[in-house]
T-cell receptor, first 114, second 113 residues
Framework: NAGVTQTPKFQVLKTGQSMTLQCAQDMNHEYMSWYRQDPGMGLRLIHYSVGAGITDQGEVPNGYNVSRSTTEDFPLRLLSAAPSQTSVYFC?????????????FGAGSRLTVL | AQKITQTQPGMFVQEKEAVTLDCTYDTSDPSYGLFWYKQPSSGEMIFLIYQGSYDQQNATEGRYSLNFQKARKSANLVISASQLGDSAMYFCAMREADYKLSFGAGTTVTVRA
């Protein structure tokens, strides 16, 4: 099973460039989310989705866009990258029923903005 | 306000000894879930253990147990018989009714031989 697949694993951008982090899951999970991890701050929720066509903001949504056109995919878009967006990004998914609440994480994407 | 608080930035433990990682949480939802994840130096997030707010018994998974004290809003992780491979960052997290998962800042555990 592939689980949650994130691409790319590493990316270097210049300030002002745009890019999309891809996330795909093959577990038919309704819930998908994006987190960023910065030293000493744990993981902070950027955006999340409870199903196709539904997205909502998390704790740190500014500078990021998401869409959920299918159950499987949940891309994260940086419209105009800033050095403050240098971070490790994790995509995670889960089912939404009782007993299906464990989030499965992707391997992470390390983004550097110069 | 912080939903999850982990007050121990780093801990050292001797191999084969037990270690307790502290976690307190804040929520007004009656239904919530508490999780612990391990992040080794390779970076992946590994699920360890889950405790539901209505669970009567403390959760256990092998060498991991969760000391759940609901009235004190505490969900400490106990790792028994520590191994060198347990050296990692450990995160406590809480999921409330809106499905969002909030994480603490993490505790780094170093196991000494």
């Amino acid at each position: 099973n592939a689980g949650v697949t994130q691409t790319p694993k590493f990316q270097v951008l210049k300030t002002g460039q745009s890019m999309t982090l891809q996330c795909a899951q093959d577990m038919n999970h309704e819930y998908m989310s994006w987190y960023r991890q910065d030293p000493g701050m744990g993981l902070r929720l950027i955006h999340y989705s409870v199903g196709a066509g539904i997205t909502d903001q998390g704790e740190v949504p500014n500078g990021y866009n998401v869409s959920r056109s299918t159950t499987e995919d949940f891309p994260l878009r940086l419209l105009s990258a800033a050095p403050s967006q240098t971070s490790v990004y994790f995509c995670a998914s889960s089912g939404s029923g009782p007993g299906a609440n464990v989030l499965t994480f992707g391997a992470g994407s390390r983004l550097t903005v110069l | 306000a912080q939903k999850i608080t982990q007050t121990q930035p780093g801990m050292f433990v001797q191999e084969k000894e037990a270690v307790t990682l502290d976690c307190t949480y804040d929520t007004s939802d009656p239904s919530y879930g508490l999780f612990w994840y391990k992040q080794p130096s390779s970076g992946e997030m590994i699920f360890l253990i889950y405790q539901g707010s209505y669970d009567q018994q403390n959760a256990t998974e092998g060498r991991y147990s969760l000391n759940f004290q609901k009235a004190r809003k505490s969900a400490n992780l106990v790792i028994s018989a520590s191994q060198l491979g347990d050296s990692a960052m450990y995160f406590c997290a809480m999921r409330e009714a809106d499905y969002k998962l909030s994480f603490g800042a993490g505790t780094t555990v170093t196991v000494r031989a």
